[in-house]
């Protein structure tokens, strides 16, 4: 019996508990702020500042900055064995903190993320095709927001867009736009 392996529970101990980052997003008002010129902006900014303006202290216009704590509600996961049928897997799954706090478990025989009541919890689906490839997260809502509920969370999430259109930011044909949204801020 103590050579059988029934599987890793991964909210044990190889996956440390996720600390909180911190991160600031532009907001769409501006500031009047000031700003010490460095050897960086005369390399970035040869017609604005020479190099008799360095240490120099300039008002600039900038976007007001939003300032958060923040926890990431996924995390990667590599699991590797000697098995013949499922030798290894890397996968997406519910942070150590959120498994453990809402009594997730892993079902390996299924690669399945449940519930403490064995009900399906967390899906993490890839989708790949010649050179195209997507990964799709799919986590219970009302267990995140329960898990957001006990913790005073919000939930922050960005879409990212990535175009060649020639109509669209500066001209170029390479645009990259990123827009953040928040969940209703009710507390």
Sequence with gaps: MSKVYY??????DNIPTALLNHK?????SE???GHMITPFDIVHYPAKYKKEDINKVVHIQKKKRISFEFEQALTDYLWESNSKVIPSISSTIPNTKIGKQMGLR??????????????LAHKSYNFEEDYYSQNFEYFRTELL???MHTNNYLLVYQVKQH???RNSGDGTGDFRGMRFFLSLLNK
């Design 7 to 12: 599987g890793e529970l991964y909210w044990a």
């Design 24 to 28: 600031d997003l532009p907001l769409e």
């Design 31 to 33: 500031e009047e702020v």
């Design 163 to 165: 175009t060649y259109d």
């Design 106 to 119: 892993a079902d390996t025989k299924n690669l399945q993320i449940l519930d403490k009541n064995n009900i």
């Design 145 to 147: 927001l329960e898990y």
